[in-house]
């Protein structure tokens, strides 16, 4: 499974951005889908996850009723809209697939990772 995100930039404080990731394989359809992402000099945290058919999100409580994931499977593509952005969003996001059928919020689960685009929020 390749994974290929997408959609970083620079804005300001309160706007907003649109990440995608493209995922390859037949299969995605069966994936957990999750962003995570990881601020200068601090860990990877995770940010919000959506379950194979995108009937169930989930979402960190620092981006909940900001941040919307969601996916389309015909697409193979996830996405992450993010709204009212604020300074501390400012993060290389990664999207990330788990292909063992778990899920959820821990990194652990997830078994394929794309590479980072990097968001930065101004003032």
């Known amino acids: 499974v390749q994974l290929q995100a997408s959609g970083g930039g620079l804005v300001q404080a309160g706007g907003s951005l649109r990440l995608s990731c493209a995922a390859s394989?037949?299969?995605?359809?069966?994936?957990?889908m999750a962003w995570f992402r990881q601020a200068p000099g601090k860990d990877r945290l995770f940010v919000a996850a959506?379950?194979?058919?995108?009937?169930?999100?989930y979402y960190a409580d620092s981006v909940k009723g900001r941040f919307t994931i969601s996916r389309d499977n015909a697409k193979n593509m996830v996405y992450l809209q993010m709204d009212s952005l604020k300074l501390e969003d400012t993060a290389d996001y990664y999207c990330?697939?788990?292909?063992?059928?778990?899920?959820?919020?821990?990194?652990?689960?997830?078994?394929?990772w794309g590479q980072g685009t990097l968001v930065t929020v101004s003032s």
């Open positions: 990330a697939a788990d292909t063992l059928g778990r899920g959820g919020s821990s990194q652990g689960r997830y078994d394929y």
């Open positions: 394989g037949r299969a995605f359809y069966k994936y957990n």
């Open positions: 959506i379950t194979e058919r995108g009937d169930t999100t």
